[in-house]
């Protein structure tokens, strides 16, 4: 017989469920309870382009030492959905435990002998407690939380603390649950092999770590960062994010003597409407951004190319989904990098701002509307479903109340009266940033026709050659300024001596990191670079230069940051090797380490880390 | 003419008007169009109407998107910002504009080819989220930049200057209008300045979404026998169910509907309106009778111009959307930033 896998505070939990059953809330219910316990979680909701009926997933990593990438694998399996029984009970690991509704029969054939069956008769203990068929299905997923938390050693106290925030002032939902978590609880104490040789142990190692997701994180972001305007249209997986910016402003930005609304929200007819009410906005000096994805960044194109040419600060948060097309509306990728980058036709380049997780998503997307106003350009915001729809568990959100925020260089009315040139398109500073003026500023003075032909230094229209390089010349630099204005790139050096460089960036971030945990210990002695901006900072060609061989790690199919690499920062292709991902689920640390650690040996000599 | 630079030199007899400005100071560049076009017209009478209004030119935002007609922009109030856009996509940067800053005066200056084809969308949309704006389509029924080819609002089987009958159903904007609540809809002819001057002082004064419609005959590709927006055909088919004039000030005045007679209607803003009936049962407050009747007109062949309809009540997007006062471009940190002890809080929520 196959020895069960036993581990404490390290293993995946993989629910799977029927959309639209209401096992979202009982699911997240189960996760934040280990939480609680101090034990670090990362769940990942897999769900379909549908409102009911159809698979749904939600994978939940269990791991004291907090590394929060998908781990790939799983050691228990709730089975809920007939429908995918066959795919869920494959994907157990050898020694893996099932977790069933046994209510019906099922024959011999349908399990596996390498695993541990638990069969608890969920359908059977809902109909004989409840007559109504909703309570029916949403307590059958409460009494399952109520086994799990007997067969891992979840503590019945946290999940009950959960419930009791979440119930507050409705005290029959509140008993409900609780008596449904026990019901669930009792049985498995009584009747099942509690526990698991998978269990909980309380630890410390959540401390004043959030748990949040990173929609809602630039949401916030944005409130904090000053948008007052925001133009969207839906498109999974960006929806959620316009509607945290639109709760969080109900609550934060109300006028407190009128409870008017200190900002402005439209849901456009389309994504054209919204990124054109965003150029509209920013052009009349309001910050202003949408949120969509890679559908919407194809219909927005030539609206950011206007943006690119006319200089127009916005910012565009992108939440990267499967592509091309429809693609894979909920399935994670970091394809529509070069899309972003050169969006629009003729010559552009755009400013790529790519964070990790929640925490950085707030921070990058507070940041987006300084950049766009001191760059008077389009900034992306470049998360994906993998950070923007699932609930991390990250760094506290930090704010610098004293820091104001940089409005770019504005052309005044005191400064026109004082006889200031105004020119909009001149280079005044050498950074190839011009002065703007604000709509209705002087009755006389800095008046201008914004347009997306060409122009001279002064706004005059005009199709002379050496005019319309001078522009894009200036537009060039202005690209070359950003660099220093950018968040710079993130080393990670684990040896002085090591020869292999990994570049990776965006929601690859905690999978990199337990992978170069995982190298260090195998002793394959990797150093890498997190790459939080493009333009790229110099620190990245040096970090090139020093290595052998570097790795580029993405999860697209085309190897996108690495053409940027090679055609920007001008770094030879012959050392730049990819490793790439892009099956829509998100990267894992098995698939890095398994990667490098092959290719590895034909790149460089194995040595082993000092 | 387009190689001459415009004077800058004023006469010093220039009347000025209650804001301190003389007709020049509307005034844009040369305009680049061709001599003759009902275009150059129009940006006469946004000149004259702006300057009769005593509005301050810089507080005007002129904005247009690509064609013939969004070029005009740059040819009148010389002092504004203007913003040529992209085809068929003013009406949504308008929007976002008007949002960041409501207190400057919204002028949206569109073609056929721009709001009836490529913007179709953009152009409903706006004015069913009720954008506070006045939307002048210059409407000539073809493609001048590109030589000629129909454009949407171009009538079923009339004839291009090639010869070709345009073979599909026209978009009517007017009807469009009315049937998405805006709060003003007028037809005008570029030709009758008379008619179209006081139409767009009354579009200016009026809240909400202004939308005017005004045929205006591209003398290059669109002026020939066969054509239904020609001057000789406009002229000919043109069918006014009433003039305007303005009355400045806020007394009340007494309406009197006595069919043909004059009557007077007070706006939103105080100002007067005084409207000459020439259709007796045309009542421009009454948008289902509007839609009927221009639509039967239609079915005549007659070209209804003149207010066709002016809302009772009108409101614009900042009061559904409740915004501040002051307008969001001029909010600063202090308002906008919720600061640290709410993000801790926050952070509090969220473990």
Not at chain 1, 392 to 406: I, N, Q, S, V
Request: aromatic share 8%; with cysteine; net charge neutral.
């Amino acid at each position: 017989m196959t020895p069960s896998i036993t581990s404490v505070n390290d293993f995946v939990v993989k629910f799977a469920n029927v959309n639209g059953s209401g096992s979202a809330s009982a699911n997240e219910l189960f996760a934040r309870s280990i939480l609680r316990m101090g034990v670090p979680v990362s769940p990942r909701n897999i769900f379909p382009s549908n409102i009911q009926g159809l698979p749904t997933w939600y994978e939940v990593r269990v791991n004291e030492k907090g590394y929060q990438g998908r781990r790939g694998g799983v050691d228990l399996m709730v089975a809920m959905n007939p429908q995918t029984w066959d795919a869920d009970v494959k994907e157990i690991e050898t020694g893996g435990y099932l977790f069933y509704d046994n209510s019906k029969e099922l024959p011999p054939h349908k399990f596996r002998p390498d695993i541990t069956v638990i069969g608890m008769p969920l359908t059977n203990i809902c109909n004989a407690t409840y007559t109504d068929p909703r309570q029916r299905q949403l307590f059958k997923n409460i009494i399952y939380i109520g086994a799990l938390s007997a067969l891992l050693e979840l503590d019945p106290a946290a999940i009950e603390q959960l419930f009791t925030e979440q119930y507050k002032g409705k005290e029959a939902l509140l008993a409900s649950n609780v008596k449904a978590l026990h019901l669930g609880r009792d049985y498995a104490l009584a009747n099942l092999p509690c526990p698991l040789g998978i269990r909980l142990q309380p630890a410390d190692n959540v401390g004043n770590k959030i748990f949040t997701d990173g929609n809602s994180a630039a949401a916030l972001g944005a409130v904090y960062g000053g948008a007052s305007v925001c133009a969207w249209y839906p498109i999974t997986p960006s929806s959620s994010l316009a509607e945290a910016f639109m709760s969080y402003c109900k609550k934060l930005r109300a006028e407190p003597t009128t409870g008017k609304h200190r900002y402005a929200i439209v849901q456009g007819e389309d994504e054209l409407a919204s990124i054109g009410i965003a150029i509209g906005a920013g052009w009349n000096g309001a910050r202003s951004f949408t949120a969509t994805s890679g559908p919407g960044i194809s219909l927005m194109t030539e609206f950011i190319g206007l943006a690119y040419f006319a200089e127009i600060p916005v910012v565009l948060i992108n939440v990267q989904r499967g592509g091309p097309s429809t693609g894979m509306p909920t399935r994670t990728q970091q394809s529509d990098v070069l899309a972003c980058a050169y969006a629009s036709h003729g010559d552009t380049k755009h400013v790529l701002l790519f964070p990790e997780d929640p925490t950085e998503c707030f921070e990058f997307s507070g940041a987006a509307f300084d950049l766009a106003e001191r760059l008077q350009t389009p900034i992306f915001v470049m998360t994906d479903l993998d950070i923007g729809m699932n609930t991390r568990l990250c760094r506290p959100f930090k704010w610098d109340e004293t820091k104001a925020y940089d409005r770019g260089k504005v052309m005044t009315y005191e400064r026109l009266e004082e006889g200031a040139d105004f020119g909009r398109y001149l280079d005044v500073e050498g950074d190839g940033i011009p002065y703007r003026t604000y709509p209705g500023t002087h009755p006389t003075k800095g008046g201008y026709f914004t347009r997306g032909t060409t122009k001279d230094r002064y706004a005059r229209y005009t199709e002379a050659g050496p005019d319309y390089i001078d522009n894009m010349q200036r537009l060039l630099q202005k690209f070359e300024t950003a660099k220093s204005l950018v968040p710079q790139p993130v080393v990670h050096t684990t040896s002085p001596s090591a020869q292999i460089g990994v570049i990776y960036y965006g929601s690859t971030s905690p999978a990199m990191q337990e992978a170069l945990d995982v190298l260090t210990a195998q002793g394959l002695a990797v150093n890498a670079i997190r790459i939080r901006a493009y333009p790229f900072a110099q620190t990245v060609n040096d970090f090139v230069n020093a290595h052998t061989s570097v790795f580029v790690i993405e999860q697209n199919r085309d190897a996108q940051l690495k053409t940027l690499l090679v055609t920007d920062a001008k770094l030879d292709p012959a050392k730049l090797i990819s490793l790439l991902h892009y099956d829509g689920t998100p990267i894992t640390a098995r698939f890095i380490v398994d990667r490098i650690t092959q290719q590895a040996r034909t790149v460089v000599p194995l040595k082993k880390a000092s | 003419m387009t190689y001459l630079a415009k004077p800058k030199l004023h006469h010093p007899s220039l009347v000025k008007n209650q804001a301190g400005y003389t007709r020049r100071d509307y005034e844009g560049k040369i305009s680049t169009l061709c001599a003759g076009c009902g275009h150059d017209s129009i940006s006469a009478s946004i000149i004259q109407a702006c300057w009769e209004l005593d509005i301050q030119p810089h507080r005007v935002a002129k904005l247009s998107g690509i064609g013939c007609s969004s070029k005009t922009p740059d040819y009148f109030l010389g002092n504004s910002h203007g913003f040529n856009t992209v085809h068929g996509r003013m009406p949504s940067v308008l929007t976002g504009a008007n949002l960041a800053n409501r207190e400057l005066l919204y002028l949206g200056v569109s073609g056929d080819g721009d709001s009836a084809s490529i913007g179709l969308g953009q152009f409903a949309h706006c004015i069913r989220r009720g954008v506070n704006m006045v939307y002048i389509v210059e409407n000539n029924g073809v493609y001048g930049l590109t030589k000629g080819q129909f454009s949407a609002t171009a009538s079923k089987g009339s004839k291009s200057k090639r010869g070709v009958l345009n073979p599909d159903e026209p978009v009517d904007l007017v009807g469009m209008a009315l049937l998405l609540k805006a709060t003003f809809v007028a037809r005008a002819f570029s030709g009758d300045k008379k008619q179209l001057v006081p139409l767009i002082k009354a579009a200016i004064q009026n809240p909400g979404p202004s939308f005017i419609d005004i045929i205006s005959p591209c003398v290059a590709f669109n002026n020939h026998e066969g054509s239904t927006k020609s001057y000789d055909y406009v002229r000919e088919h043109n069918s006014a169910v009433n003039r305007l004039d303005i009355i400045e000030g806020r007394d009340e005045i007494t309406a009197d509907y006595a069919p043909g007679e004059v009557i007077n209607i007070t706006q939103h803003d105080g100002s007067v309106l005084r409207m000459r009936k020439l259709a007796p049962d045309y009542d421009p407050t009454d948008r289902i009778k509007a839609m009927n009747y221009v639509q039967e007109r239609a079915a005549e062949g007659e070209i209804v111009t003149g207010l066709l309809y002016l809302a009772p009540e009108a409101a614009d997007l900042h009061q559904y959307l409740n915004t501040v006062d002051t307008p969001l471009n001029q909010l600063g940190a202090s308002e906008l930033c919720p600061g640290t002890a709410h993000l801790e809080a926050i952070n509090a929520s969220l473990r």
